[in-house]
């Protein structure tokens, strides 16, 4: 098997198929971005903040780009936390956005079962 290193930028291109590219809510303004996610997957400011600050840190940039990578974690994370608990309430419990984000990262790469 060929070892390949994705970047994380490429990683959440691999995982946007399952995401719509193009909805109008990405362009909208932060605090109404924000406030859509909110209303759709029930975090935080805090917990939204600390999950667009790490992926713009893993070097997805572009504010479209990490706006769909949100929107992919909170998937993954809802489809995963519902499978386990079903709550409609997202949840993450101390030290765990870390963990699930690390997670999310993992299981998106081509070579992993």
Not at 57 to 65: E, K, M, N, R, T
Not at 86 to 91: F, G, K, S, Y
Request: aromatic share 14%; charged share 30%.
């Amino acid at each position: 098997m060929v070892d390949i290193k994705l970047s994380t930028k490429d990683l959440i291109e691999r995982k946007m198929g399952g995401v719509v590219k193009n909805p109008e809510y990405l362009d909208l303004p932060d605090l109404y971005f924000f406030l859509w996610c909110q209303k759709k997957y029930k975090l935080n400011k805090g917990i939204y903040n600390t999950i667009d600050k790490w992926f713009y840190d893993q070097g997805v940039v572009p504010i479209i780009l990490r706006r769909r990578s949100i929107l992919a974690f909170l998937e993954f994370v809802k489809k995963e936390d519902h499978e386990s608990n079903h709550h409609d309430i997202i949840r993450f419990g101390s030290g765990g956005l870390s963990i699930k984000l690390k997670h999310f990262l993992e299981s998106n790469h081509p070579y992993t079962a």
